[in-house]
């Protein structure tokens, strides 16, 4: 099973999360303030998302995702000023957060369907569609390079054993509120 820690250096900004994400059905939550918390919380995970500023009390969000198993994934929350100072290959999530954008963030790295979400096998004019309409969605929300936004897609596929139209189309499902 996936897990989600939430590490932020102001205690109350991590309660925030937390409490929007367990408003939207998320459980057992692991609060942090400092990274040292966060990536001991994280060695003990088979897999998962840790949630957290751009800055951490003596870490950047970019030194605490090369300590980061591979099998967890970073999600960064800050302004868009503070956002500049991330990779562009990070997925983020701009401050002031939208509770919704939050959350179709998180479903989306945990890999969950919001419906069936089944297309053709083969590679068509609506799959390439969906692909690039759900990258443009990446980049523009996450703060993604077009390079990276394909990556993601690309493991979320491999991951969950769908085509990338499949995959485009379950992002775009879930943003679809927007």
Same mark, same amino acid.
């Given at each position: 099973? *996936?897990? #989600?820690?939430?590490?932020?250096?102001? /205690?109350?900004?991590?309660? %925030?999360?937390?409490?929007?994400?367990?408003?939207?059905?998320?459980? %057992? &939550?692991?609060? @942090?303030? !400092?990274?040292?918390?966060?990536?001991?919380?994280?060695? &003990?995970?088979? /897999?998962?998302?840790?949630? @957290?500023?751009?800055?951490?009390?003596?870490?950047? @969000? !970019?030194?605490?995702?090369?300590?980061?198993?591979?099998?967890?994934?970073?999600? +960064? #929350?800050?302004?868009?000023? $503070?956002?500049?100072?991330?990779?562009?290959?990070?997925?983020? +999530?701009?401050?002031?957060?939208? +509770?919704?954008?939050?959350? %179709?963030? +998180?479903?989306?790295?945990?890999?969950?369907?919001? !419906?069936?979400?089944?297309?053709? *096998?083969?590679?068509?004019?609506?799959?390439?569609?969906?692909?690039?309409?759900?990258?443009?969605?990446?980049?523009?929300?996450?703060? &993604?390079?077009?390079?990276?936004?394909?990556?993601?897609?690309?493991? $979320?596929?491999? /991951?969950?054993?769908?085509?990338?139209?499949?995959?485009?189309?379950?992002?775009?499902? &879930?943003?679809?509120?927007?």
């Amino acid at each position: 099973m *996936k897990g #989600i820690i939430i590490a932020f250096s102001r /205690e109350e900004d991590g309660k %925030n999360v937390k409490r929007a994400l367990e408003r939207n059905g998320y459980e %057992n &939550l692991i609060l @942090c303030t !400092s990274p040292s918390q966060a990536l001991q919380e994280a060695a &003990l995970m088979e /897999e998962g998302i840790l949630i @957290c500023s751009v800055r951490l009390k003596d870490m950047h @969000c !970019s030194g605490l995702r090369e300590y980061l198993p591979p099998a967890v994934e970073l999600l +960064v #929350i800050g302004t868009e000023a $503070r956002l500049s100072e991330c990779p562009p290959d990070m997925m983020t +999530v701009a401050a002031p957060v939208r +509770v919704f954008e939050l959350v %179709n963030t +998180v479903r989306m790295m945990m890999g969950e369907k919001t !419906s069936n979400v089944r297309g053709r *096998k083969t590679r068509n004019g609506e799959d390439e569609k969906a692909v690039r309409q759900a990258k443009r969605l990446l980049m523009e929300r996450n703060r &993604l390079t077009e390079e990276a936004a394909h990556r993601y897609l690309q493991k $979320r596929s491999m /991951e969950t054993g769908r085509t990338m139209g499949e995959t485009a189309r379950m992002v775009l499902l &879930l943003y679809e509120n927007d």
